[in-house]
């Protein structure tokens, strides 16, 4: 590779020493495929399953006569049905058996004025939104009775756009996941690699500056985020009506601080790490439960405090929350501007622990 790269470099350094790695990226068919095809395959399963949940009602089973449920009145009828898919039965045990296997959300009968649901803890999320939900239709029933008009109202509406879905939540964190693995695993691959292959030791030699090689590492490693960036957005809005809404064209730049970010975890690995194994092995350690912790996959709205605190230490999560604010909540350019700061202070801090470890020879 040495031989290929040496007239290059009297051609003009930066550029074929880019292309080379460029090359070298592409070639390497396992390279592209966790960098693109494999991060891909999680936007089309999450895209695939959530796309259009959110208008799924609940399942509910009516055990017998629920007169409760009969006699609502009117607006209340007819939110009732908006809000529960029901079917009834005689059978209390077939009832309850749908529940426990997770057929139905819940089950009720009439116990005299009582309305008891029979739920599963299975899912507690559901289980308190199904409670919730029918607690607040027999407080309307218990109003009708009295004979009583209530004096308050209640209308729940959204902040964001009606035709803002499920996958436009998705789609920012598997983007900043994505990122994250190939910047760390490319970077902590290629150090180990040309070290092991002596290849830096004479590039080290080459009429050629050691900072000229390390900027066409890194802007071959922002290319490739921004191709993946580009891909997960036309593969979103074709696939699953991703629509991109407020300053959306921020994430580029913040895109690319996280990129250098994640960078300089794979450099830290590869200076840490002896073998090329063990340097993505390294990343891995570090990359895959940051993705977890960060909001990559699910929410973290629910999760304990002290959880909270230990994500908002790491980088991606800043990425996520920032790429959220202005692709999809509608948020300016300077909601992007502390997420930038954070992700760029953390790439220069772990730049400069890596230099200082950095051996030219394992």
């Not at 057929?103 to 116990?111: L, S, T």
Request: overall charge positive; some cysteine.
């Amino acid at each position: 590779m040495s031989s290929r790269i040496g007239p290059r470099i009297g051609r003009g350094a930066f550029g074929a020493v880019a292309v080379a790695i460029l090359k070298g990226f592409l070639r390497d068919r396992m390279s592209v495929f966790f960098a693109v095809i494999f991060p891909l395959m999680f936007l089309v399963l999450f895209g695939g399953i959530f796309n259009g949940a959110d208008q799924s009602p609940g399942k509910l089973v009516e055990i017998g006569a629920v007169p409760l449920v009969d006699h609502l009145p009117a607006g209340a009828g007819r939110a009732f049905h908006r809000s529960f898919d029901v079917s009834r039965t005689q059978d209390r045990e077939a009832a309850l058996a749908k529940v426990r296997k997770g057929d139905a959300d819940a089950a009720i009968e009439m116990r005299g004025d009582t309305l008891v649901a029979h739920y599963t803890q299975t899912d507690q999320v559901k289980a308190a939104v199904t409670q919730g939900t029918l607690s607040a239709f027999v407080t309307a029933a218990n109003l009708q009775a009295s004979g009583s008009l209530p004096q308050y109202s209640f209308r729940a509406e959204r902040v964001e756009d009606k035709s803002l879905k499920v996958i436009q939540f998705v789609t920012p964190g598997l983007l900043g996941w994505a990122v994250a693995m190939s910047a760390s695993f490319g970077a902590a691959a290629t150090l180990q690699g040309w070290r092991q292959s002596k290849l830096l030791r004479r590039l080290q030699l080459a009429p050629v500056r050691a900072r000229t090689i390390v900027a066409a590492r890194i802007l071959v490693t922002v290319v490739v985020a921004l191709v993946q960036m580009a891909v997960f957005v036309c593969l979103g809005m074709a696939l699953f009506g991703l629509q991109l809404t407020g300053s959306w064209w921020v994430g580029v730049p913040l895109l690319v601080s996280g990129t250098l970010s994640f960078m300089s975890i794979g450099l830290l690995a590869g200076a840490l790490a002896r073998t090329t194994e063990g340097a993505i092995n390294l990343a891995n350690f570090i990359v895959l439960p940051m993705a977890f912790l960060s909001g990559s996959f699910f929410s973290l709205d629910g999760t304990p405090a002290w959880l909270q605190t230990i994500s908002r230490l790491l980088p991606l999560r800043h990425l996520n929350d920032g790429m959220l604010d202005v692709m999809v909540r509608g948020q300016g350019p300077a909601a992007a501007l502390v997420p930038m700061g954070i992700l760029l202070g953390f790439a220069v801090v772990l730049t400069a622990v890596a230099a200082r470890l950095f051996r030219w020879e394992s």
